[in-house]
């Protein structure tokens, strides 16, 4: 459900003439972001709950753990993305097409991914080159850091403060930023005179409030809170959370707040009936956009 969510929003994104403002824009990455971490993460913690555990080569944990940072980072800064792109959109409307135009949108997404990337290598380099020589059990689904430090024979604290460092800076500033802009945008949703404009300012922004809530309330409660209120087993949930929940409702809550993807995945499906699926859709099955569908409207799409 998840992978064929977020793939089924870029694709939409991608081919759909209706889709083709930054906010889409950025949604496609977003989804493709979460495509990819439920990818990296899912099946391997699948295999561990189905067997009871599973082994993992050091070069594939190594990979995994790159891919799994690169990912939260990526959606961090995404988010930040999207969240300056509501406040360009409601605080200076006049001005949004020339602000946000190609140029910075493609700038501001290729330095994400790019920036994303090179800060998890810096925190994977740093765990993986200590030195590993005693047990080699990992007490989680993934190879999460704190898992991985404590098999380390070597002197862990370097890695710890770097990795803290990192992930307080790269978690925390976002965070920051995105209430700085929210804080300007309910400042002048609030000065709008009509009842229906401050609703239909604030339903622009409300599925991309929701996705932030969801996603740094789990992420700050494991990296940015004290470590010895939480136990193992909540910190395993947790995890979880933001690595199969998040991927699986950030297509979801997009869909059902948004008519301009509502009405694309009803032309998808009445392109379905007629003649089959496209071949993009094709591979992701109408199956998964029936099952969309049936969320967004249960008596009007459901057959």
Known sequence: ???????????????????????????????????ILCSSIIPKALNVIVHGGSSISFLACFIQFYIFGACLVTECFLLTVMSYDRYVAICNPLSYILIMNFNLCLFLVAGTWLAAFFISFISSFMIFTLDFCGPDAIDHLYCDPSPILELSCSDTFPAKLETSLLTTIVGLLPFVLIIVTYVYIFTTILGIASNTGRQKAFSTCSSHLSVVCAFYGTLISIYLSPSTGNSLTINKILSLVYTLGTPLFNPVIYTLRNQEIRKTLKFAKEVDDECGLPTALGVIGSRSLTFLLNLLNPYEFRS
């Not at 939409?12 to 496609?28: C, D, E, Q």
């Open 1 to 35: 459900m998840a992978v064929s969510g977020n793939l089924l929003i870029v694709v939409l994104v991608s081919f759909s003439h209706l889709l083709k403002s930054p906010m889409y824009f950025f949604l496609g990455h977003l989804s493709l972001c979460d495509f």
